[in-house]
């Protein structure tokens, strides 16, 4: 009898296989990364999408940070953690320890969860195991492969090892693979659909990332962030314990103060791929060429990382009179809130590939604030230079384009609020109504085009002199 327990099992797999293909449900989807679900907004966006419109979604993710309760609330979306691979395992031994673990983990978790699912949504990167993975658990439920292209893992594995190093060759070779295999694609900038397309025969629908909702902040909230911030920075206090650097209570209302500083709001990661020392040697340069027309600076840094330690040992050692630094790490519902309460945004992202683009400037733009961010490749694609926000290239640049934004403020910072401006146009065109263009139909068969109606208005939008910035 023990010589037929193999051929039982082979028939039981067979008949799950073939039962899991005749049962595909097309209004249930599974959607997997392996990244912190508290810091994939993007993946959270597309399950509250395909929630929006019906489908069922089973949703795997990393465990690690604070949960969206969106996600939490929603009755169509099942989301199911998997824990980080954690042992001290020696370097060689964990590159080969980690992918094989992450594959049983994720096998078992497809399996179980994305059984008669229609289409199986995968963020990339990380590319490995998860494109493997998927590719198999597709390919054995008869579901449809579909790969959200944020980047390319092997150009971030490149950041960490040599070009050619074996490591990065192979996972060049997996993404460029399993690429191929995925039944659709999407992408984050057009400029990486023709990176697919031409070097590797993918073909990629471009869904850029919009803001899911616009985030504003009134001078009593405001207000009540700072005193809250103020408990453990010294840099938001007031000089009274009912004051803030930006804010005051008189006559029982909330007033702004006359001649506040400015606040600059940056979040990084702290790592090689976002330079600070941009960032901080252009307000070391500012506070030199500061004079009564400008106003003081209070820089916010939002984020967790490698460098953080580094940098702040050298904002230390630094001896400025007008520029005050602040390394926080935020509450998920005071980031949101923070960044409306900002004057201008700040982003140091450096594409890897030069392909993808940052969602912090998404968010920066979803609360209204113009952003001054690193230029590469494709960062025209997001931030228009005069129009929504700068492009530097170096901490030069970065300190003409402040003291530009910032001469007079706030009453006379005239190219400050064009800049606001042209931010208005971007939050004209929210995620889920670009989702619904470029997403939808993918996901639905039986998709008919609907007339959604004109596009939302968009407003005239001023310009900076690119002379001045």
Request: aromatic share 10%; with cysteine.
């Amino acid at each position: 009898m023990i010589h037929l327990i193999p051929a039982v099992l082979v028939l039981v797999i067979v008949f799950i296989i073939v039962h899991s293909r005749n049962s595909v449900n097309k209004k249930k989807v599974g959607v997997i990364v392996l990244g912190d679900v508290g810091r994939s907004p993007r993946m959270r966006e597309h399950c509250l999408s395909l929630a929006s419109e019906g489908y069922q979604v089973q949703y795997i993710a990393g465990r690690g940070s604070t949960v969206h309760p969106d996600l939490l609330s929603s009755k169509k979306i099942s989301l199911h953690l998997v824990s980080p691979f954690t042992l001290p395992l020696p370097g060689a031994v964990c590159l080969i320890v980690k992918p094989l673990w992450q594959s049983l983990v994720l096998l078992l978790a497809c399996c179980r969860y994305f059984w008669a699912s229609h289409a199986i949504l995968m963020q990339n990167p990380p590319s490995i195991p998860v494109m493997g993975v998927v590719w198999f658990v597709s390919r054995l439920y008869g579901s449809r492969m579909i790969v959200d292209w944020h980047n390319y893992g092997y150009t971030i594995l490149g950041l960490r090892f040599k070009a050619d190093h074996f490591l990065v060759k192979a996972s060049y070779r997996i993404e460029r693979l399993f690429g191929r295999f995925a039944d659709d694609n999407f992408c984050v900038t057009s400029a990486m659909s023709a990176d697919l397309h031409e070097n590797w025969g993918i073909k990629a629908y471009t869904l850029h990332d919009r803001p899911s909702s616009i985030t504003s902040a009134d001078l009593p909230a405001k207000h009540e962030l700072f005193l809250k911030l103020g408990q453990q920075y010294s840099a938001f206090r007031g000089q009274g314990p009912q004051d803030t650097a930006f804010t005051k209570e008189q006559d029982s209302k909330i007033k702004e103060r006359a001649g506040r500083p400015v606040l600059i709001v940056s979040s990084t990661s702290w790592t090689a791929d976002e330079d600070f020392s941009l960032l901080l040697d252009a307000l070391v340069d500012y506070d030199k060429q500061w004079t009564t027309e400008f106003p003081a600076v209070i820089c916010a840094i939002t984020g967790k990382g490698p460098l953080k330690s580094h940098y702040e040992e050298k904002i230390e050692q630094l001896e400025l009179k007008h520029v005050q630094f602040v390394t926080c790490w935020l509450e998920p519902n005071d980031y949101p809130l923070l960044l409306a309460c900002a004057d201008l945004g700040v982003s140091l992202h450096y594409s890897s590939s030069g392909l993808d683009l940052p969602m912090k400037v998404v968010d920066m733009f979803a609360s209204g604030i113009p952003v001054c961010a690193r230029g590469f490749k494709c960062i025209k694609e997001l931030v228009l230079h005069g129009k929504n926000g700068c492009v530097f290239n170096d901490s030069d640049h970065l300190c003409r384009q402040l003291v530009t934004l910032f001469k007079k403020f706030p009453n006379g910072s005239k190219n400050l609020s064009i800049l606001r401006e042209g931010v208005k146009h971007f939050q004209s065109l929210p995620w889920h109504y670009h989702w619904r263009h470029v997403a939808l139909p993918v996901f639905d068969d039986d998709y008919v085009f609907e007339d959604f109606g004109p596009d939302p208005p968009v407003p005239g939008m001023p310009e900076v002199p690119h002379a001045m910035i």
